[in-house]
Nanobody, 119 residues
Framework: QVQLVESGGGLVQPGGSLRLSCAAS????????MAWYRQAPGKERDLVAS???????NYANSVKGRFTISRDNGWNTVYLQMNSLEPEDTAVYYC?????????????WGKGTLVTVSS
C-alpha cells in the first residue's frame, strides 16, 4: 500500500504561483511513475504532469511552460510548481502513484488539494 498526502493548495490571484507537494509513505518499492491530475467542477479528472523513474516528464498542453513537476530521490515527495496561474487552473489537484510496471500496475491516489485562482 502507498499513502499519498497533498499539500500547498489555496487561493491565489491570476498570474500568481503555488507549489504543491505530495508526500508518499508506505511501501514505495516498485513505484515507477508519479503524476498530478486535476478535476474541475463538473469535469473529468485529467492528467496535468507526470514524472518517471529516469526523470522524464510529460505535461498537458494547457500547462506547458507554466508548470514544473519534480521529485526527490526514492519517491518520497513529488512537487508541482505552478506559475502564471489562470482562473482555468482552478480545480482539485490529486497526486497519483503507479506501482508495478508498465502494462500491469496499480494506481494510488491522494485525497486532493484545492487550488482556486481568482481575483
Amino acid at each position: 500500500q502507498v499513502q499519498l498526502v497533498e499539500s500547498g493548495g489555496g487561493l491565489v490571484q491570476p498570474g500568481g504561483s503555488l507549489r504543491l507537494s505530495c508526500a508518499a509513505s508506505g511501501s514505495r518499492v516498485s513505484i515507477f511513475a508519479m503524476a498530478w491530475y486535476r478535476q474541475a467542477p463538473g469535469k473529468e479528472r485529467d492528467l496535468v504532469a507526470s514524472i518517471s523513474g529516469n526523470g522524464a516528464t510529460n505535461y498537458a498542453n494547457s500547462v506547458k511552460g507554466r508548470f514544473t513537476i519534480s521529485r526527490d530521490n526514492g519517491w518520497n515527495t513529488v512537487y508541482l510548481q505552478m506559475n502564471s496561474l489562470e482562473p482555468e487552473d482552478t480545480a482539485v489537484y490529486y497526486c497519483n502513484a503507479k506501482k508495478g510496471y508498465y502494462g500491469s500496475y496499480v494506481n494510488y491516489w491522494g485525497k486532493g488539494t484545492l487550488v482556486t485562482v481568482s481575483s
